[in-house]
């Protein structure tokens, strides 16, 4: 699929996926070590959420800013190095600041440079499908199941070998900042991207909202299993900490595997029902094994989990980018910018309930959440299907 593209524009898609990759890497490893910073500053699970929280509203803002003033005045290429720039460290902040006020504050700079990155990056994958007329959104996304997937045995690795996680996540950021010259190198120069029409700024249309909103939940609860399945499965399933990226790990394999096959199982049935029917299967198969409390039952059906759900965003997306009448980076930014809301409240919903109520409540909220979310995307792809393959 990727020979079919001329090379400029292929070797744009490899600086988005090899920079995606080494950034869930570094996430891969820092969600894992999740129970060591909350007992290292003896902060509770609320309090850790609220700063998930500062995380999404800062996300929130800066990705209108980005959709609508950064991307059109100096390209995808140099907002994905600006988000990067600023990123590099913050991992590491995150773990070295010993005081909770300055551990809240690193999740500022931590929110934009995501806005910039993820921005910068799904706006070039838009504009690349658009322009050669290919699906390559959800192998795009497999990056970062890739550097889940090798975040979480890494962290495995390193927890079992007893490194500190200041000197990991010091090496990580340097990384990081390598990685900005594949972003140089490949990246695709302003010159060669497409002409942006100016957007004046206006609510976002109602197919964005819809679609907007159903990201919303999907990144309001994305926690549950990213953040907290490393905590769940050592609390309340008493796991050995080495163990605690199992849930990531094979959630994120099955992630992976369906992104690969994206194309494939597409043709074979629909973006209905990979979209929605399978996300509701999925949801609905790891309710019950959630149910049956055995690890090694919840572990392998995380596999079938995340194959289920893993094309759900990259379809909603997408759909948005047919639907939309505006330009494709003021579609991404407002369906992104609805979207990541979820980060600002989900977080401080899904750490009250677990403090409250418990770590498996979520899990099994979850379930339900994700479970409706995919029934509702298909019933909207079946009702504008004509609109949507008119255009």
């Not at 029902?273 to 999925?282: A, K, M, P, R, S």
């Not at 330009?327 to 407002?334: D, F, G, K």
Request: proline share 4%; aromatic share 18%; net charge positive.
């Amino acid at each position: 699929m990727l020979k079919e593209i001329p090379k400029i524009y292929r070797n744009a898609f490899y600086s988005c996926f090899l920079s995606s990759f080494i950034f869930l890497l570094v996430i891969g490893v820092n969600f894992v070590y999740v129970p060591f910073n909350i007992n290292r500053l003896d902060i509770n699970e609320s309090d850790f959420a609220f700063g998930i929280f500062i995380f999404g509203i800062f996300n929130l803002i800066t990705n209108q800013i980005v959709g609508r003033f950064f991307i059109p005045r100096v390209g995808t290429k140099n907002v994905m190095l600006m988000g990067y720039s600023l990123i590099s460290f913050c991992p590491f902040l995150l773990f070295y600041v010993e005081q909770y006020a300055l551990f809240l504050l690193v999740w500022i700079p931590f929110g934009i440079a995501v806005a910039f990155m993820m921005g910068g990056s799904q706006t070039l994958i838009s504009l690349i499908e658009h322009k050669t007329n290919q699906i390559l959104t959800p192998l795009y996304q497999s990056a970062f199941n890739i550097g889940s997937i090798a975040g979480g045995a890494l962290a495995g690795i390193l927890i079992w070998l007893k490194f500190t996680p200041e000197h990991i996540f010091f090496t990580l950021g340097i990384l990081v900042t390598f990685n900005m010259v594949l972003i140089y190198k490949l990246g695709l120069s302003k010159e060669n991207e497409f002409k942006y029409e100016k957007t004046p700024f206006k609510p976002p249309s109602y197919d964005h909202l819809k679609l907007g909103i159903m990201l919303m939940v999907y990144f309001g609860s994305l926690g549950i299993i990213i953040d907290w399945s490393a905590l769940w499965i050592t609390k309340d399933l008493l796991a050995p900490p080495f163990l605690g990226g199992l849930v990531i790990i094979f959630f994120n394999i099955g992630q992976l595997i369906a992104k690969l096959m994206a194309v494939q199982l597409i043709k074979l049935t629909s973006e209905k029902f990979i979209g929605g029917y399978l996300v509701f299967i999925g949801s609905t198969f790891y309710f019950f094994s959630i149910l049956l409390s055995d690890l090694y039952t919840i572990v392998a059906i995380s596999f079938v989990f995340g194959f289920s759900i893993s094309n759900f965003v990259a379809i909603l997306i997408r759909f948005g980018v047919k639907l939309s009448p505006n330009n494709i980076p003021v579609t991404i930014s407002n369906i992104n910018s609805i979207g990541f809301s979820g980060f600002a409240f989900g977080p401080l919903l899904v750490g009250y309930s677990a403090e409250n109520i418990g770590l498996t409540f979520n899990m099994l909220t979850l379930c339900i959440v994700w479970g409706i979310n995919g029934l509702v995307l298909a019933y909207f792809i079946r009702n504008d299907q004509n609109k949507y393959l008119a255009k």
